[in-house]
């Protein structure tokens, strides 16, 4: 099993740009979550998807980030325009309906660094 | 548990003693409990997880103690080894949802 794959692994842009994060969950999972890491507020969740859907969005920092999940094996998280304080670790997690939330499965990561 | 912000605490510990990390956790409503384990460069990792109906659970060398009367939890880790280096976060989950919140995380370094 590859595990959940996302990519890219380093990105760095310009504020203002428009950056796309990608992710692969677990073939057969059916939920999946993004997270956000920093130094100062640790791992806050983002969204979660339950069988494509979102579920809650609560997280989403404002209006400039939006998650998409087209299908049960692709999902994106967009940061459009990007500022500095977006800079970041964006993780992508999966897990099953039998594992509620708890355990979960986390991709690499994405360092994203905005200037 | 809450974000810690910019100090993330952390436990030097000799290879071959066993560690304890603590977390306290601010939610009454939390009924599953887990712990994650993270490696420089990587996401974070699931070692061991407890359900609010237990006070203990042994794993493989680690064992989760839980105490709600406190909102505590503890991790132990038998026999640290070197590849036990890493970052340690606790995480619970309330009762009937599908949020994971995540302590502030434990900085675990293993001397030789």
């Known amino acids: 099993d590859a595990g959940v794959i996302q990519s890219p692994r380093h990105e760095v842009t310009e504020m203002g740009q428009e950056v796309t994060l990608r992710c692969k969950p677990i073939s057969g999972h059916d939920y999946l979550f993004w997270y956000r890491q920093t130094m100062m507020r640790g791992l806050e969740l983002l969204i979660y998807f339950n069988n494509n859907v979102p579920i809650d969005d609560s997280g989403m920092p404002e209006d400039r980030f939006s998650a998409k999940m087209p299908n049960a094996s692709f999902s994106t998280l967009k940061i459009q325009p990007s500022e500095p304080r977006d800079s970041a670790v964006y993780f992508c997690?999966?897990?099953?309906?039998?594992?509620?939330?708890?355990?979960?499965?986390f991709g690499s990561g994405t360092q994203l660094s905005v200037l | 548990g809450e974000s810690v912000g910019l100090h993330l605490p952390t436990l030097s510990v000799q290879e071959g003693d066993n560690s304890i990390i603590n977390c306290a956790y601010s939610n009454s409503a939390s009924d599953y409990f887990i712990w994650y384990k993270q490696e420089s460069g990587k996401g974070p990792q699931f070692i061991i997880d407890i359900r609010s109906n237990m006070d203990k659970r042994q794993g493989q060398r680690v064992t989760v103690l839980l105490n709600k009367t406190v909102k505590h939890l503890s991790l132990q880790i038998a026999a640290t080894q070197p590849g036990d280096s890493a970052v340690y976060f606790c995480?619970?989950?309330?009762?009937?949802?599908?949020?994971?919140?995540f302590g502030g995380g434990t900085r675990v370094l293993v001397k030789p």
């Open positions: 997690a999966s897990t099953a309906t039998e594992g509620r939330g708890g355990k979960l499965f």
């Open positions: 995480a619970e989950n309330e009762a009937a949802g599908n949020k994971l919140t």
